[in-house]
């Protein structure tokens, strides 16, 4: 499998040299030159593995520059039950007739970030050894994202993590999660400044290419194509444990914010797995939901992005949306590159509601979306919880409401549960008036002794902090 950048460029790149890559050198997202196609007889086959199975199976189609062996064995080493929970691993849990939840957040950080960070966390590790490399990962997070990389790279040999974080504003639950790790490569900086003064300073730090290369700076943001890979999986097994016999068709709905997840199911349904609608869920943020509805992407301004109660889905703009609309366009790259790097970088926005393909995104790739605000979010807990009995997060909550409006009658919908409800603690004492379920392994997080660095918002102390720690 060879893989091409969305806006052109003539190179042609093999998995794992990509694997530590992130944009393709024109600027564009890396995906795979076709989409291997899984017939009926697969999926019969496929119904019966458990899941690190499942996973080797779907990996193998898109990685071939690893032995079979070693793919299975990383595998097996991330999906099990210890890690996640569950023999299942994603276990499917019924709402309602027709309405059904996939158990995303079983995982270390108990939000759906893990399903793909543990297995990254794998590869990175086995390939930085086969070259004899080492790689220091900077990010930036406001929660799930750098939580979930820690989780995944600690004590990981050849890697070190150095994640900034906006000092003082991260949830008490997240803060700990993540401060409390000892993993002497694990490195948390919190930053005297918001989220986006973090992102600046890593931007800043990569921009500085003499630095990058000496200190073998990386990253393992959602465009990775390993992230989305990995994610693919789970709508598989979402799909297995809702149906009975391959040939019935399942929807999902996916609370989104920078369309890495839902990319995913796109992928899966383009495979050949039986989706019929892929339903989009935004909050107040709605950019996509926006697009899906009027054709016009419209990136927002910092002063117009809102901080809302489901926080990890508070983007200006959705940085895996690119693969989506490359595809949309019929994989026309130079049109591709004219919208995202000419038309966006110009203007902010752009307008295919009058393009043909525009009608496709509903008719042919099954899209559908909607939007959930504050009240939405509470009300769809409270509801949640009284009558079914079951408590979901803000997120999910999210992915809920928007999952009702498109329901329709045969055909099961899946909603992906992206965090567990303890993760956001004050929305759920707002909807409920009471604390949220803890996992056990989680009580008392909260006390234990933290390991953070405050550091001033300024790229040039971050610098001399990770040169410092690079020994
Ligand atoms: C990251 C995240 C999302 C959004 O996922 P995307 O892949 O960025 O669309 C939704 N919910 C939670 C809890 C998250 O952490």
């Known amino acids: 499998m060879q893989y091409l950048s969305t806006r052109g460029h003539p190179d042609r790149r093999r998995f794992c040299e990509i694997l530590l890559e992130g944009l393709a050198p024109d600027g564009g997202l890396y995906l795979p030159e076709y989409y291997p196609q899984v017939d009926a007889a697969t999926l019969a086959r496929w119904r019966k593995l458990p899941y690190d ?24 080493r991330t999906y099990t039950a210890q890690v996640f929970g569950t023999r299942e691993i ?40 086969r070259r004899g490399e080492q790689l220091n990962i900077l990010g930036a997070t406001s929660g799930d994202t750098g939580s979930a990389a820690e989780y995944a790279m600690r004590g990981k040999k050849g ?31 919190a930053i005297e400044g918001v989220f986006d003064d973090c992102q600046d300073i890593v931007k800043a730090v990569s921009n500085d290419l003499d630095f990058k290369r000496r200190y073998r700076i990386g990253t393992v943001n959602s465009i990775n194509w390993a992230r989305l890979m990995a ?62 509805r009027t054709g016009v992407y419209r990136v927002r301004g910092s002063s117009d992005t809102h901080e809302t109660s489901s926080p990890s889905m508070d983007i200006s703009k959705a940085s895996n949306f690119e693969r989506f609309v490359f595809d949309l366009l019929g994989r026309d790259a130079a049109r591709t590159r004219q919208l995202f790097d000419e038309e966006l970088g110009r203007t902010g926005r752009f307008d295919l509601s009058r393009d043909p393909a525009f009608a496709q995104a509903r ?15 509470l009300a769809t807990i409270r509801d949640t919880w009284q009558r079914l009995h079951v408590m979901v997060d803000t997120h999910t909550a999210d992915g809920l409401k928007v999952a009702r409006q498109h329901l329709q009658p045969g055909v099961p919908m899946v909603v992906l549960e992206t965090a567990l409800p303890v993760k956001f603690a004050g929305t759920i004492v707002e909807a409920l008036g009471r604390e949220p379920q803890r996992p056990a392994a989680f009580d008392g997080i909260e006390l234990l002794p933290k390991r953070v660095t405050v550091l001033p918002a300024d790229a040039a102390k971050v610098k001399s902090y990770i040169a410092a720690h690079c020994a």
């Open 159 to 189: 890697i070190r993590v150095f994640m900034t974080s906006p000092h003082g504003r991260m949830s008490p639950f997240q803060q700990a999660q993540m401060f409390s790790l000892q993993d002497p490569n694990i490195h948390n900086l």
């Open 53 to 76: 199975a499942l996973a080797f199976e779907i990996l193998s189609l898109y990685i071939d520059d690893i032995p079979p062996a070693d793919l299975r064995a990383l595998c097996a």
């Open 363 to 377: 008719t042919r790739y099954g899209f559908a979306s909607g939007r959930s605000t504050h009240a939405d979010r």
């Open 90 to 129: 994603v276990p499917l849990k019924k709402l309602e007739d027709g309405l059904f939840l996939e158990g995303l957040s079983n995982g270390p950080t108990l939000a759906f970030k893990d399903m793909a960070m543990q297995l990254l966390g794998q590869l990175f590790e086995y390939e930085l050894a």
């Open 231 to 292: 994610q693919v999986v789970y709508y598989f097994a979402g799909y297995f444990q809702a149906t009975t016999e391959s040939g019935q068709r399942v929807s999902f709905a996916v609370p989104s914010g920078n369309f890495g997840n839902i990319c995913a199911g796109h992928v899966a349904r383009m495979m050949g797995l039986p989706i019929d609608k892929l339903v989009l869920a935004t909050n107040e943020n709605d950019v996509l939901d926006e697009f899906f």
